[in-house]
Nanobody
Framework: QVQLVESGGGSVQPGGSLRLSCAAS????????MRWYRQAPGKERELVAG????????TYAESVKGRCTIARDNAKSEVYLQMNSLKPEDTDVYYC????????????WGQGTQVTVSS
């Protein structure tokens, strides 16, 4: 059974930093595009950042550009999200996502990790 397990969430003051990790297992991690999403209660899930299977291409939401960095370690089957200069509006549940489109679409989600930014 495919697993994506997020960790690293928690409570932090505005301006602080957190590093989220997502450990993947039971699928060929290096073939998948990896993404971090976030979602607040009653709101749609929002793409935060994505990274190509080889790590050479990344994308970020405008709201986190310059403050967040996505990275991956294919040898460890892990993806990371370094978040700096955190703001109260970054408070959400953060989800790890793995997706591949070829030969068929497969889309996997983690269970989420809570990030709370508050003074």
């Amino acid at each position: 059974q495919v697993q994506l397990v997020e960790s690293g969430g928690g409570s932090v003051q505005p301006g602080g930093s957190l590093r989220l990790s997502c450990a993947a297992s039971r699928f060929t991690f290096s073939l998948y595009y990896m993404r971090w999403y976030r979602q607040a209660p009653g709101k749609e899930r929002e793409l935060v950042a994505g990274i190509s299977n080889g790590g050479g291409s990344t994308t970020y939401a405008e709201s986190v550009k310059g403050r967040c960095t996505i990275a991956r370690d294919n040898a460890k089957s892990e993806v990371y999200l370094q978040m700096n200069s955190l703001k109260p509006e970054d408070t959400d549940v953060y989800y790890c996502n793995a997706i591949i489109m070829v030969p068929t679409t497969r889309n996997y989600w983690g269970q989420g990790t809570q990030v709370t930014v508050s003074s």
